[in-house]
């Protein structure tokens, strides 16, 4: 902003006291509201084609019940647009889309999931790379040219509350390795959550830490389902395991609570649209709705799963102040190789 020459008279100080604060104040309105109302056409003019397409198809993993609550609030905003669903986890959505996009064949307008399953869509020259600043994207969001941070998987730990006392609680992730808990702790096969303690911890750290969970003979599961529904069955007392599907099991009744260890791991979640996306108008506006304080309340009161760079969201409350770890984007294969490692420690015979 220009520095503002001021004039000394006699009635000087009046002057400036009166025009420059009014002037000062028109110069912070127009400021804060010009980007806006810029942007304003340019949201109108997308609105209007996304309603022209009618139609999104989104590829993401939660179940149908919380779907249905997501696409609720979704069209109530929008009402004009149908928003389609196909539940797919993991590496089959990025399996799937290039398999569709190779064969010409309709794929979705919209993919959540991993950054790691998108870069591999992305390296085969998959998927869009719109300018996100028209759309109204906020550049902290920006995770890539290709993928928007959408939510996270949040790690933590759980203990059965009938059969943990206070006393007991873990307070920190070495205290699973303490001996009373051997054969009594639930992990998840995927080590994401170990995997990601690897920027803070460092590797060597890490992998001692696996070895000595090893030694401690844990109960795999295939998914933190299962794990969490083991831990509020008594079948083990303490489970490695996701904050979202921790809650899951909480909010029906389960005798669970929740630990937050320092450091945190999470793993953000990215949404992107492919180059062979039928509603590309659709899946913008799409976005932007599921990356505004609306949008992401809605996911998250259907999923327990939040957006912690989204102000207001319960993830951004629960994360605030904690010491967080977790992988850049361009830190992938890292987390892929020491993923596989711990895998090898954890997993085999």
Same mark, same amino acid.
């Given at each position: 902003?220009?520095?503002?020459? %001021?004039?000394?008279?006699? +009635?000087?100080?009046? %002057?400036?006291?009166?025009?420059?604060?009014?002037?000062?104040?028109?110069?912070?309105?127009?400021?804060?509201?010009? =980007?806006?109302?810029?942007?304003?056409?340019?949201?109108?003019?997308?609105?209007?084609?996304?309603?022209?397409?009618?139609? %999104?198809?989104?590829?993401?993993?939660?179940?149908?019940?919380?779907?249905?609550?997501?696409?609720? +609030?979704?069209?109530?905003?929008?009402?004009?647009?149908?928003?389609?669903?196909?539940?797919?986890?993991?590496?089959?959505?990025?399996?799937?889309?290039? +398999?569709?996009?190779? +064969?010409?064949?309709?794929?979705?307008?919209?993919?959540?999931?991993?950054?790691?399953?998108?870069?591999?869509?992305?390296?085969?020259?998959?998927?869009?790379?719109?300018?996100?600043?028209? !759309?109204?994207?906020?550049?902290?969001? @920006?995770?890539?040219?290709?993928?928007?941070?959408?939510?996270?998987?949040?790690?933590?730990?759980?203990? /059965?509350?009938?059969? !943990?006392? =206070?006393?007991?609680?873990?307070?920190?992730?070495?205290?699973?390795?303490?001996?009373?808990?051997?054969?009594?702790?639930? @992990?998840?096969?995927?080590?994401?959550? $170990?995997?990601?303690?690897?920027?803070?911890?460092?590797?060597?750290?890490?992998?001692?830490?696996?070895?000595?969970?090893?030694?401690?003979?844990? !109960?795999?599961?295939?998914?933190?389902?299962?794990? /969490?529904?083991?831990?509020?069955?008594?079948?083990?007392?303490?489970? $490695?395991?996701?904050?979202?599907?921790? $809650?899951?099991? !909480?909010?029906?009744?389960?005798?669970?609570?929740?630990?937050?260890?320092?450091?945190?791991?999470? =793993?953000?979640?990215?949404?992107?649209?492919?180059?062979?996306?039928?509603?590309?108008?659709?899946?913008?506006?799409?976005?932007?709705?599921?990356?505004?304080?609306?949008?992401?309340?809605?996911?998250?009161?259907?999923?327990?799963?939040?957006?912690?760079?989204?102000?207001?969201?319960?993830?951004?409350?629960?994360?605030?102040?904690? /010491?967080?770890?977790?992988?850049?984007?361009?830190?992938?294969?890292?987390?892929?190789? %020491?993923?596989?490692?711990?895998?090898?420690?954890?997993?085999?015979?």
């Amino acid at each position: 902003m220009k520095k503002e020459k %001021i004039v000394r008279t006699m +009635a000087g100080k009046t %002057i400036w006291s009166v025009f420059g604060v009014f002037g000062f104040c028109l110069a912070l309105i127009f400021f804060f509201t010009s =980007e806006s109302w810029a942007a304003q056409p340019d949201l109108n003019k997308l609105q209007q084609l996304a309603e022209d397409e009618g139609e %999104i198809v989104w590829y993401e993993s939660s179940p149908d019940n919380q779907f249905a609550e997501i696409a609720s +609030a979704f069209h109530k905003r929008y009402p004009k647009i149908k928003l389609s669903h196909v539940r797919l986890r993991g590496a089959d959505t990025g399996t799937r889309i290039i +398999a569709e996009s190779q +064969a010409d064949a309709p794929t979705a307008d919209v993919a959540t999931t991993g950054l790691d399953i998108l870069m591999a869509v992305d390296e085969r020259g998959l998927l869009m790379r719109p300018d996100w600043k028209e !759309v109204g994207i906020p550049p902290k969001l @920006i995770a890539t040219p290709y993928g928007l941070i959408s939510m996270a998987s949040i790690y933590c730990l759980s203990y /059965n509350t009938k059969l !943990v006392s =206070e006393q007991a609680v873990p307070k920190n992730w070495e205290d699973v390795l303490l001996p009373e808990w051997k054969s009594k702790v639930g @992990i998840w096969q995927k080590p994401a959550g $170990m995997a990601l303690l690897t920027p803070v911890w460092k590797e060597e750290k890490v992998l001692a830490f696996a070895r000595k969970l090893a030694e401690q003979k844990p !109960v795999v599961f295939r998914s933190t389902f299962p794990l /969490n529904d083991a831990v509020a069955a008594g079948e083990i007392v303490i489970g $490695m395991t996701i904050y979202h599907t921790a $809650m899951a099991a !909480v909010k029906k009744g389960a005798p669970l609570k929740l630990v937050f260890c320092d450091p945190t791991p999470y =793993e953000p979640l990215c949404s992107s649209i492919p180059t062979k996306a039928k509603h590309p108008n659709a899946a913008k506006l799409f976005m932007r709705w599921l990356l505004s304080l609306e949008g992401a309340e809605a996911y998250e009161k259907a999923t327990n799963r939040g957006n912690p760079w989204i102000e207001g969201t319960e993830a951004s409350k629960l994360l605030h102040g904690k /010491n967080l770890s977790t992988f850049s984007p361009e830190q992938s294969q890292e987390f892929t190789d %020491i993923s596989k490692k711990i895998e090898k420690i954890l997993l085999t015979p």
